[in-house]
């Protein structure tokens, strides 16, 4: 009987020691933040060889990515982005890579997002990364999980008011002085003013040499074409001086950071014929031309359409064997402008092929600059619609005007509108 | 006792005598006084004038809203650059044509004959043996501290506020002085009239564009500041096939290579660009990463064609208008060197 009491105290003894034992082992990988992220009941593990009766395609679970911005930040200030990495039971997910990135345009037709940096979260799932905006306004700010084997990509999005307008780049010039240019100024100023003093002493000894320049001699006698000789001289010279000094002084004080004048900008640009480029306005205002007013009449596509592309369509209009028509697009017939030339598609196709990425320039869009009319399955010609014809917004446009550096005369222009809003038709 | 008569006579002569001699003295001094003053003025009008655009892209402009009426929300102001990724220049061998890089450029601002402002070099190597040459587009690097501008006697070459060098064609006197300091050998001189199609020719000069060419001036890259204004990129990077050339602002810390926009800083420190002749201290506004094409798929191990470039701008002037035009083929192309070139 003692022995069949013991046997069971045996067994649960064995069981005891077995499930300490267990918990000993389990204990540290509990405390462990990446054994506890394993969503164990939520997903079999990866390394674990796959149930062939469990389901073929069971979706991975998305995990919660909060992102944690400040409501506003200055213009160019260090800015903190913080992204936490949760599963949905709240447990962090170490070690994951999350890219934080902010909505941003380059033109109305190039936007997009800018990577702002990248991150691993820590123990606590917090990816964390210091930049800095450089953009005013409602900036959107987003954070993304790329998602791997275990969870799905996850990305989250928020807004930064970003305040100020304060010129955040400048140049920075070896020759900056400790007062701007004035020194220069006034150095150049003391060197020229001694030559005009020079040539004034010159002037003085030229002068006194000549007969009839002492108290003594009457005017009268004075040899006019003398006097004359040596006085032009001299003056020549000052008047030289005079400009030359005067030109240079003027150079130094108004020139956009010329000869080191780099801290006038403000002054300067009010009087330059050459436009500025203020931040604000790229990818905000209107790029193109206003559509011209459709003619009554009709008009020829071979007797006055065809002589404009044949003489402005550049590379469009005459293809060479190694350098294809830009894009793929030719304007040398009707046929090709129509988008039925197979010419035209064979070139084409050798401008998709496949780049570094992997993608072509079909796919990506614009493809770096025009928005690359037929060949990117835009249309080239749109009967009947010139302002859904890529060959009259291209005329039209100044981002990616074409011809380049020197557009179509306003009344060209208008006859191709003409021509397209008439049906494009091959008369 | 001295005679009042014989003392006003004689004070009243030499007054008489000082008198004549002042008003001479006064006159040349008036002479030589308008003289000085109108040569003076000359200079103060001739060089204190900065690049003057054509009144026909001014009106442009403001038919755009970036006019004066509109004015812009912003004060601040771009400052251009422009990154060059090795990685992906493999200088279009694959894909068998001239770099269109400086094809585009060509095409796109009616470069002269013999010049190339967008210039991808080689450099043949064999580590390892066999392997492809390296190739570096040289564009204008518009430095910030230019010795061209620094050394140009007439300010006929400038900076703009956005950073770029550009260069007033009506006002260089062709004298080469920027030729001899560009340490990176990126500006060209028109020894002859150049050629150019005659409606180029025959248009407005515009200081941004510089067209049309003139003979005896100087031209170089001007990163295409009329297109990146109005937002879009220069012809160089519409013409690479593989998007090595990023264009960018530094203010707003903004690039982009027409296919993804990236943050310039990022891009420049994370993949260790570095800018050529760094050392000279011209603060150049182009950086380079650093690579040898290797990302771009070499399978047709084809020959680097840059004598194959075309400035077929009597072609285009000259063919008769005509449905089926060939097209001038591979021996339109001009040789590289010849007509204007570098000084």
Redesign the interface.
Known sequence: MADRRRRPTGRACLGASILVTLLWLAAPAAADPNHGAEPVEETPSPSAPPSPSAAPTREPPTPRLELQLPAETGLGEEVRLEALLLTSRGRPLVGERITFFAE??????????????TAFTDETGTAVIA??L???GEIPIGARFAGNERFTPATVTGTIAVTG?????T?????RLPSGAWWLLGLVAAVWGTYLLVARQV?GVARAGIPGSS?ETS?GRVDRRRFLGA?ALP?GL???V???????L??IA???????NRDT?GW??G????????????????????MPEILERAVSFEGEI??IL???G??H????????P?HGVRL????AIMGGDPEAHTEEE??T????HGESEAS?G?????PEEGAHGHSLVVPGKPEESMLVLMLL?????MP???PLTDEEIQLIASWVAQGARDN | MVDLRDHLDRTGGATL?QR??TR?RFL?RIV?GA??G???G???G????????DEDH?A??D????GSEEG????????WAMVVDL??CDGCVE????P?CT??CN????VPEGQQWMEVVEQPHDDPPGAPPHTMPLPCFQC??APC??V?PV?AT??????TV?IDQERCIGCRLCIAACPYDRRFFNWDEPVQ?D??QD?PY????Q?PAMRGTVMKCDFC?????????P?C???????ALYFG??????A????????LS?LIHEQGAFRYKEEL?T?PRVWFIPGSGE???RTHHREF?KD?L?W?WE???T???????P????D??AEVGSGSEHG
């Not at chain 2, 519409?238 to 998007?243: A, L, R, T, V």
């Open positions: 941003a345009a380059w033109s109305e037709d190039l936007r997009g997002e800018m990577v702002l940096g930049t800095d450089r953009t005013s307008d304060e010129q955040l780049y140049p920075d010039t070896p020759l002037l108290a005017a006085f003056v000052m008047t030289v005079g400009s030359l000094g005067s030109g240079l003027t150079v108004r020139s956009p950071r010329t000869h080191g900008h300067h640009t009087s330059l014929r050459h436009r500025v480029t203020p931040v604000s306005l790229v990818g905000t205002h209107p790029e193109a031309r206003p065809l002589p044949m003489l402005k550049g590379p209009s005459h293809p060479s064997e190694h350098s294809p830009p040398d017939s009707y046929a050798g401008h092929e496949p780049d570094a990506r614009n493809g770096g600059g025009p446009s100044r981002a990616h005007q380049p550096s020197v | 005598d004549e001699l001479r040349n030589g003289a000085l109108t040569l003076a000359a200079g103060l001739v060089w204190g004038g900065t690049a003057v655009a001014d442009g402009a038919e755009m809203g970036h812009p929300t912003s004060t601040r102001v771009r400052r990685r992906r894909n068998g044509t001239p269109q094809q585009f095409w796109g601002r009616f910030e501290n501008v620094n140009c300010g400038f900076h703009t506020p956005e950073g550009l199609p409606w180029v248009s515009d200081v941004r564009t067209t500041t009329d297109r990146l204004e109005a937002g879009g990129l012809f990077a519409n013409g690479c096939p593989w998007g602002d530094l203010e707003e810390d903004i982009t290579n027409g296919r993804e926009i990236v943050k990022e201290g603060e990302t771009v798929p064609m194959r075309e077929p072609e285009w002037s063919e008769p208008a005509g449905p089926t035009a097209g001038p083929a591979a339109g192309h």
